[in-house]
């Protein structure tokens, strides 16, 4: 199982919001130089976990975004059900048609079970846990964003 870039940029975002101590913003542009990723790419993914309820963004001089109470409570598998737009992990219904193989494959029912026992393994993982729960986790360390 692989996940899509996107989702690996929304989950780098809510991991260095997690770590921060609650009631901290950043800038979308520092979130961006943070997780490595392009601004463009980080707006995208932020406006996704603001429609999610996972961060919230605050307006203003000293705004930016931060990561929301169930930013914090939600768990792995379900963030990365709710950023999955991909219906079937093989092309069984493909743009040039669909596989002639569709009505007696026994794979796509399997690969549908995989993808959901990779989700529910990550639904042990809450987001809070992932940087170690601390305020000043080794994330924001490593980043240099608190000593």
Known sequence: M???AF???CLRIVMVL???PE???FTSRVVAAEVGT???H???A???LRELGLIEAIRGRSGGVRISALGREVTVGTLLRQLDTRTDLAACDSPNGPCPLLSGCGLRGSLRRAREAFYGELDDLVIADLPHGKPNGPILVELGLVR
């Open 18 to 20: 997690a770590a921060a």
């Open 23 to 25: 009631g901290v913003t």
């Open 38 to 40: 392009p601004y463009n």
């Open 2 to 4: 692989r996940i899509n």
């Open 46 to 48: 932020l406006l996704r």
């Open 42 to 44: 980080v707006s995208k």
């Open 7 to 9: 989702s690996d940029v």
